[in-house]
């Protein structure tokens, strides 16, 4: 039994002073005052105490990777940043590309895993675009597939998959870039790709989610299907495509990722996104690569850095403190969307629900050190970055995962 005391909930996108009763798993209690004798009673004063964040969009990069990240190191910084559900893409070794593959990683998860975790399907063979996977194989065991880190360029394959997906109510995920532009990574090869795949997306009718969107003209794309009325169209906007534009690169391999950091007026253009709904959810598309790989030059270094321990305090810090968006929105954002998007199972602060709680601090500032880090790689570019809203406090399934 645990009791949260003194914290802060979000009611109505105000601040309001309550105890939580954790019992088992489950949360049993939300009131002004609970006093239990035997239960762990953590303070919580001056804390905003959340329903558990979800990342729609991790690289987690085990099985075959696991110099650059594990699940167990995933999982670790995932609880550290206040996110206790996680849905790790599938360039992987081997490929999520068949039951088999689909086991032996839900495998490792159900060992290592100390948040929630589902995995993706690959939409093609080894992520090579050549061959579909075996969706029919593994259907039951994934939520979404992905081919993120390759643009889905035969679209035969891409739209027989897209038909499976419909039929066993799959989301498509779509890392969204067309081949013609993948050396110089030009707006362009984001805005063909999305406009081509929109057209797929009505026709078939399957839940189709664009990845990282990073464009104005691709937004606008999305926004415009959405007018229209297309609600199986969805979309998510990376945290550095939000807060940082392409001047800042400077030849700097942490601010290297794919899609690249573009204009200012691309990032303005994602910030109203995330105002005015186009963006349905946050994901960091956290990308761990070794402090070797990152110390390559610049055009031979892996594109990606890690995020999923910033998210939290990026998106507070940046855009709620500052009156841009709401405490609701940003509930939605990160929390409700995906849940819904996804299909995934719910989370919320509410009595009866399973208890996935975070709390953060939101009236002192910190600054992100490489040291705190709990991803095995170190990859970001927000390290010396001054924020508020770090969490403190990570409770999954009614366990305490994190503990600042």
Do not use: W
Request: charged share 25%; with cysteine; aromatic share 6%.
């Amino acid at each position: 039994m645990i009791l949260l005391k003194n914290g802060k909930i979000i009611e109505n996108n105000q601040l309001v002073k309550k105890d939580i009763l954790i019992v088992d798993d489950t949360i049993a209690e939300i009131e002004d005052e609970i006093n239990r004798d035997n239960a762990e009673v953590i303070d919580c004063n001056n804390l905003l105490v959340m329903p558990g964040l979800v990342d729609v969009h991790v690289h987690f990069r085990e099985p075959g990777y696991e110099y650059k990240e594990t699940i167990k190191t995933g999982t670790l910084g995932a609880a550290k940043g206040g996110v206790t559900t996680c849905m790790p893409m599938p360039n992987l070794n081997p490929t999520p590309d068949n039951r088999e593959n689909v086991l032996k990683e839900l495998e490792i998860i159900e060992k290592d895993a100390i948040v929630n975790c589902y995995p993706y399907g690959s939409i093609t063979k080894g992520e090579q675009g050549k061959e579909p996977s075996k969706v029919d194989e593994f259907y039951d065991l994934v939520h979404a597939i992905s081919d993120d880190g390759m643009g889905n360029h035969n679209l035969a394959i891409l739209e027989d998959q897209m038909r499976l997906a419909k039929k066993y109510n799959l989301v498509v995920a779509s890392h969204s870039e067309d081949l013609n532009y993948v050396k110089n990574k030009a707006p362009e090869g984001e805005i063909i790709a999305v406009d081509r795949e929109i057209e797929l997306a009505k026709k078939i009718g399957c839940k189709y989610h664009f990845c990282h969107l990073s464009t104005r003209k691709s937004i606008e794309l999305v926004r415009q299907a959405k007018k229209e009325g297309y609600t199986n169209i969805t979309c998510e906007i990376a945290p550095h495509h939000l807060v940082l534009n392409q001047s800042l690169v400077n030849l700097n391999t942490n601010y290297k990722m794919n899609p690249p950091l573009r204009s200012e007026d691309d990032r303005l253009a994602c910030v109203e996104a995330l105002i005015d709904g186009t963006c349905d959810c946050i994901a960091t598309d956290h990308a761990p690569h070794s402090e070797a790989e990152k110390a390559l030059e610049f055009l031979n270094a892996p594109n990606g850095i890690i995020g999923i321990e910033t998210m939290l305090p990026l998106i507070y810090t940046e855009f709620v403190m500052p009156g841009l968006i709401t405490l609701d929105r940003m509930l939605e954002l990160m929390v409700y969307n995906p849940i819904k998007i996804f299909e995934l199972p719910k989370r919320d602060l509410k009595v009866g629900m399973i208890a996935d709680v975070i709390a953060a601090d939101i009236n002192h500032s910190h600054i992100y050190s490489y040291s705190e880090i709990q991803s095995l790689s170190k990859n970001s570019p927000f390290i010396g970055r001054t924020l508020y809203g770090f969490n403190t406090l990570t409770i999954v399934n009614g366990k305490v995962v994190y503990k600042k």
